[in-house]
Structure formats: C-alpha cells, structure tokens
C-alpha cells in the first residue's frame, strides 16, 4: 500500500527548512486581520463558486462531477510565455484566459454535441481530438496537449475499468470523506500525484486531487453525496498564482537571490528546492491565515470552523489574484511547466 504523505505535515516541514522562502507569522495574521469582514460575506462562502463563475455548471448532479472530474484532470500550466501572446478561448460573444479558457473550450465541446466529459469518449480521444476541442482563438495554442492527450486517455480508462465510467461513482464511495476521495484519487489516477522530495524526506502538494475534492463538495453544494464532514482537513492548491498574492499580501518573503531568479524568468523544474519550497510555505501560511482568522472570531464568540477553511481562502486568494493583477505585477510568479499545476 503505497503511502501518501500529508500535505500540511509535508508543508510544515518544508517551511521549518526552508532557505530561500520565509513565512511571515505577523504578515499572516494582518491578513487574516484583512479578511475578517469578508470571511462571513457571501463571496468568501460555498456559494461563490457557482455565483460570482459564469462557466461552472448550474447543476449538483452526475453530469456536473464528471465536468468537474475532466476540468481538474486538465487543470494545470496555463501561463503564456509573453503576457501578450496568450491561449484564448471564445465562448458565449466572452473571451477567456488561463484555466477559464479550459472550462470555455469544454463548454463550447459540449454546446457542439461533443461528449467531452464522459469518459467513454476520452480514454479513446486521439491526439488531433484534444487539439481540435482546445483549439485556441490566437495563434497561440493550449501548452503541454500531448500531455493532456496522455492524462485524458489514462484517467479515461480507469474511469471505465474501475469506476462504471463515472467519478460519481469514487465520491459515492469516500462516503463522504474529503480525506477518503482524496486517497481514492491518488490510488487510482497517477497524473494526480504530486509529490517531491525535500532534504531527503517524501513530501506532497497534491494541487489538482485536492482541488478535485473541493469542486467536488463546492458543484454538490456540500449536500448530499458532497457533504464531506471533514472539507477542513484539505490545504490549499499550491499553484503559481497564490504565492504571488502571499507575497504581495506581505504574508510570504523571497530571498534576493531567488527574486532575482523569478525576475529573470528562469523556468524551474518540478521538484526543484526553490519550486517546493515556494509551494511548501504558501500552504503552511494559509494554514495559518485560517488559524489566525478562526481565532479573531472565537474572540468575537462566533465559531466559524464550518465557514472558514483552506478551500474558501483558496477560492477567494485566486479570485484576488485575478482582480489585482495590475497591482501585483511587480511580483513574479515562479514558472514550471508540469501536469501537476
């Protein structure tokens, strides 16, 4: 049985030695002080993620777990090169960039009759397929196809030999567990796992599996099939965009030397020191945004642990990071490309 090792633990420890990235404890805390008001608001709750996203889908039912099973299985590596030469996709008289140009091009796929989102169609998609649903309205295409081609057909195949077909059928069995789906996910879809090693010890980010579980609870409403007890156990999604905010937040500092590297572009490897330790700190500081958030309201004599987790600071951070990116442009972000985000 192979062993999975948590990312929090995982970031916990990369954060306690880590050289060239440091959690800022104070800088922390004046966000969780910032996001205090926002926390109980609407927008920081479940019920953002189909109302303030266009493209997500209406419904919590087995149609919309299968759109979210292909989108995350997808979701990785949308940064452009040169900022003004991206991937575009129209939908809908809107153009979209990023990872909403992957959920435009599905929904596109889909208003065109084709069956995207069952897995009978892509465990058998061929390459020209992949590329003819993704197809770009610029010059500039998806990145890493041929490793999406791979990802889609292998996910596909053990959707329909394992799982009648449907990743319904894995949240039906974590019986409700977040942590459980988790496990099933990593057992059984090998481009899920995301792990490296730092000073000699296995550790995990698991990005996209957790992600799959938190759009999983958020599409069910966190009802039903989606009514993980334990949502809360989960970390946020180490990707490139909210370390950028954490920095820019002041929660989050870079040594000189590695700024100078971002700076300059450089294209770094997964599983590189500098690449882990940034992922590895960005979830050790939300973790404590979310600890220091919960005890503001436990000051105040409300208990917010149901309304306050990784998963919502998550959604929350990278919808910022969206909105600000002007203002945060004097930050780089650190570029990998890899299937793991």
């Not at 927008?43 to 989108?71: C, I, M, Q, T, Y």
């Not at 169609?121 to 791979?150: C, G, I, K, N, W």
């Not at 919502?312 to 004097?330: N, P, Q, V």
Request: glycine share 4%.
């Amino acid at each position: 049985m192979e062993v999975f090792p948590s990312p929090l633990e995982s970031a916990k420890f990369i954060a306690e030695h880590s050289k060239d990235v440091s959690v800022d404890e104070e800088g922390a805390r004046r966000v969780a002080e910032s996001l205090f008001d926002k926390a109980s608001a609407a927008e920081f709750g479940l019920a953002g993620w189909k109302s303030l996203h266009e493209l997500n889908p209406r419904a919590a039912d087995k149609e919309a777990v299968d759109w979210v099973f292909l989108v995350d299985t997808l979701n990785f590596s949308f940064w452009s090169e040169q900022e003004e030469r991206k991937y575009l996709v129209k939908y809908k008289d809107k153009t979209y960039s990023g990872y909403w140009s992957l959920c435009a091009a599905v929904n596109r796929a889909l208003d065109d009759g084709i069956p995207i989102t069952s897995a009978s169609y892509f465990a058998t998609m061929t390459l020209d397929q992949v590329r003819h649903v993704f197809r770009s309205d610029t010059e500039v295409p998806l990145p890493l196809t041929e490793e999406r081609h791979r990802v889609l057909n292998e996910s596909g195949i053990v959707l329909l030999e394992k799982f009648g077909g449907s990743f319904l059928t894995c949240v039906k069995m974590s019986e409700k567990s977040a942590q459980k789906l988790l496990h099933l996910i990593l057992e059984n879809f090998p481009s899920y796992r995301d792990e490296a090693v730092f000073e000699k010890k296995k550790v995990s980010f698991y990005k996209r599996a957790q992600i799959l579980v938190a759009d999983t609870w958020s599409v069910l409403e966190g009802k039903g099939d989606g009514s993980f007890d334990d949502i809360s156990s989960l970390t946020i999604f180490a990707d490139y965009r909210i370390p950028q905010v954490l920095v820019h937040l002041k929660a989050m500092k870079y040594s000189e030397k590695l700024m100078k590297k971002l700076r300059e572009g450089t294209l770094f490897q997964s599983g590189d020191k500098e690449e882990v330790e940034i992922r590895g700190c960005s979830i050790w500081c939300c973790a404590l945004i979310c600890k220091h958030l919960q005890e503001l309201y436990q000051k105040k004599g409300q208990d917010m642990h149901e309304k306050i987790n990784a998963v919502l600071l998550d959604y929350y951070l990278w919808d910022y990071a969206r909105d600000h990116r002007a203002e945060m442009k004097d930050i780089p972000f650190h570029r990998v490309r890899c299937i793991y985000y």
